[in-house]
């Protein structure tokens, strides 16, 4: 069955450096692969959307990278801030489905 | 822009009554919307998908009759939790993509936590 893997366990690093997040996939084929931003008690956020032809993205601070032979993202955000800190879901479409990871927890110090 | 309300932001209701929730895009037309329910600390769990004027996808183990989602207009979405029990307790939180915008980006609404007692 179709599985993203996203590391449980939080990501703690100090105020201005890169926080690095992974996103490991088995079993499916996407056609798009997202990045959003769950505060506690909130909906989602949108922030990147990559496409499986594309190895690389960036947004302002956000950085995305996508390897479909290794079936892996990479979610970087430099100088990262502890307005940063959240939790960080990992998206996979293919055809007309979505399917979420787990999240990744960052708490960025200051 | 791309703004999703959800109504309401929280409700506890007692066993056995039913419980209706709103999920309206604000400021574009919805292609289609999701429905979600997340557990503590799991991923979102996609209920069931809507497209405007027809009848609502679930998912594999969501039982339509338990949970009766209406698409009335491209601006709006319902979902009724009937006859609600303690193990419906959860976050609902819908989505909707923009119908002049990317299709596969979801635009999600603030979430609606559900305590049934």
């Known amino acids: 069955s179709q599985k993203i893997e996203q590391n449980s366990e939080a990501l703690n690093i100090q105020e201005g450096k890169t926080a690095t997040l992974t996103c490991n996939y088995t079993?499916?084929?996407?056609?798009?692969l997202q990045w959003y931003r769950q505060d506690p008690g909130r909906g989602p956020v949108f922030l990147l959307l990559i496409r499986e032809n594309e190895k690389e993205k960036r947004k302002e601070r956000l950085k995305v990278t996508f390897d479909t032979t290794l079936k892996q993202s990479l979610f970087h955000i430099t100088a990262s801030q502890p307005a940063d800190s959240a939790t960080y879901l990992c998206a996979l479409t293919g055809g007309f489905k979505t399917i979420f990871g787990a999240g990744t927890r960052l708490f960025v110090k200051a | 822009g791309a703004v999703v309300s959800q109504h309401p932001s929280w409700v506890i209701c007692k066993s056995g009554t039913s419980v209706k929730i709103e999920c309206r895009s604000l400021d574009f037309q919805a292609t289609t919307m999701f429905w979600y329910r997340q557990f503590p600390k799991q991923s979102l769990m996609l209920m069931a998908t809507?497209?405007?004027?027809?009848?609502?996808?679930?998912e594999q183990g969501v039982e339509k009759d338990k949970f009766l989602i209406n698409h009335a207009s491209l601006t709006l979405s319902t979902l009724t939790v009937t006859s609600a029990h303690p193990e419906d307790s959860s976050f609902y939180i819908c989505?909707?993509?923009?119908?002049?915008?990317?299709?596969?980006?979801?635009?999600f609404g603030p979430g609606t936590r559900l305590t049934v007692t």
């Open positions: 079993n499916y084929s996407p056609a798009y």
């Open positions: 809507s497209n405007e004027g027809s009848k609502a996808t679930y």
């Open positions: 989505s909707a993509t923009d119908r002049d915008s990317n299709q596969y980006e979801q635009y």
